[in-house]
């Protein structure tokens, strides 16, 4: 039986930080055993959002590669690849913008919010609103079925879906499959600081190779609740960051269940809880770090890694377009 195929990919705009964690990468972990996973490094579409700063998206591409292998990704069962060097994609992306409407892509509701957040008030650039074209092209030339993303990026898969069938439609035959998405129960994971999203721009990360030191000044800087002011008072769980993240990395959960009750019944100090997530965010990150400062020693190996990669990624996905293309009934050569 042939394996069903994942695809997901990261911007490399800086080092992964747990919340990538949470969110995508221990569900890639888990899958690269079970299916065929093509991991990209999308450095295009970091431009779409950082053209003033190519330096810093060129530096990530193997940042964001030494995080994959050190969080324990196996190149021998998952494809590390790199965007900018897969020409399928870009001609994918050129194909299906004309099945696609501007106003489609300026109603995404990731892509609203997102311009919000930049700020880029009427100078969106066009590769910005334009990426979500670009995105199915990275699904879809790797005929994914899975995608294991946060749940910030469902709307994306969605819009992905809508133009495999307008191609498909195109086509009169299902050339290209939807995709689903797969996105961790937990929801998104804030910033240390009660944000809801986690991201190293805003200062709230906990990076992946983050010292103990930066675990441990993380931690101590979390917000809590602050109306549990003497340890004797109730304590609110809900809000409380450190519960929020004692839900995403604590495995011991009838012990945090019973952590909880306490808290919310009053006699637990802010110190104690602390203290176990920074146990539980030590012990999670230690071995990463190890493996990441190791690899950084052989950078010559991560080079090949996505230099093999890449060359599989090149020949599947330029074997999707030409599919596409033909069912579409255009011209080939
Ligand atoms: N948009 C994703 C992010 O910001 C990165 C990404 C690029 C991606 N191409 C993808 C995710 C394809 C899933 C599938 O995190």
Do not use: W
Request: hydrophobic share 45%.
């Amino acid at each position: 039986m042939t394996k069903a195929i994942i695809l997901t990919g990261d911007r490399t705009t800086g080092p992964l930080h747990i919340g990538h964690y949470a969110g995508s990468l221990a569900n890639r972990l888990k899958l690269q055993d079970s299916h065929e996973q093509f991991l990209l490094l999308a450095d295009m579409q970091a431009l779409t959002d950082n053209a003033g700063d190519p330096a810093k998206v060129r530096r990530s591409v193997i940042e964001v590669a030494l995080d994959y292998l050190a969080v324990g990704i196996d190149p021998a069962k998952s494809t590390i690849c790199l965007q900018s060097h897969l020409p399928a994609l870009a001609e994918l992306t050129l194909l299906y913008l004309n099945f696609v409407s501007v106003a489609r892509l300026e109603r995404n509701p990731t892509i609203r919010q997102e311009i919000r957040a930049r700020g880029f008030g009427h100078a969106i650039p066009a590769g910005f609103l334009c990426y979500p074209a670009a995105q199915a092209a990275d699904i879809t030339a790797f005929k994914a079925t899975i995608v294991p993303v946060g749940e910030d990026q469902a709307p994306l898969i969605e819009q992905s879906n809508e133009i495999v069938r307008r191609i498909n439609a195109g086509a009169g035959k299902a050339i290209l499959p939807e995709a689903q998405a797969v996105i961790p129960s937990s929801g998104r994971l804030p910033g240390v600081d009660g944000k809801a999203k986690m991201s190293k721009s805003a200062g709230n990360a906990i990076a992946l190779s983050a010292s103990p030191e930066a675990i441990a000044a993380a931690v101590k800087a979390m917000f809590t609740d602050p109306g549990h002011l003497r340890v004797e008072d109730p304590g609110k769980v809900e809000g409380n960051v450190v519960f929020t993240f004692l839900d995403a990395f604590d495995e011991d959960r009838a012990g945090l269940e019973e952590l909880k009750a306490h808290y919310r019944r009053g006699g637990l100090g802010d110190a104690t809880i602390k203290r176990r997530l920074d146990a539980i965010l030590q012990a999670l990150i230690a071995p990463i770090r190890q493996k990441r400062a190791q690899l950084a020693q052989d950078l010559g190996y991560v080079l090949d890694v996505i230099r093999q990669g890449t060359q599989k990624a090149r020949e599947r996905t330029e074997a999707t377009k030409q599919e596409v293309m033909a069912g579409l009934g255009l011209f080939t050569l």
